[in-house]
């Protein structure tokens, strides 16, 4: 059973910055791409970004691109997500999850999830 735990969420002011960090059990960590998506409430969960298992290969949805950035530490089993520039619509809570199959962009490619980490931008 692989756990998730996400961290590094508060309450910042708009155009300010936060580090959210997610870190992993197991000794399989490397092995997956990983990804973080949102939910604010009343909609659905939406894709942020996904890093592929050596950080090769980035994805950002259209909406954080140039303020946000994905990396990872396959030594600390950890995925983190910088981000910039903050904007009240980025309010939400902000989930990891390890990419499964299918496209990364949707919830249902991912199998296992961590609890969130609310984010909150005042304006």
């Known amino acids: 059973q692989v756990q998730l735990v996400e961290s590094g969420g508060g309450l910042v002011q708009a155009g300010g910055s936060l580090r959210l960090s997610c870190v992993a059990s197991g000794r399989t960590f490397s092995s997956y791409t990983m990804g973080w998506f949102r939910q604010a409430p009343g909609k659905e969960r939406e894709f942020v970004a996904a890093?592929?298992?050596?950080?090769?290969?980035?994805y950002y949805a259209d909406s954080v691109k140039g303020r946000f950035t994905i990396s990872r530490d396959n030594a600390k089993n950890t995925v983190y997500l910088q981000m910039n520039s903050l904007k009240p619509e980025d309010t939400a809570v902000y989930y990891c999850?390890?990419?499964?199959?299918?496209?990364?962009?949707?919830?249902?490619?991912?199998?296992?999830w961590g609890q969130g980490t609310q984010v909150t931008v005042s304006s």
């Open positions: 999850g390890r990419f499964t199959g299918g496209s990364y962009y949707t919830p249902s490619g991912y199998n296992y």
């Open positions: 890093i592929t298992q050596n950080g090769g290969r980035l």
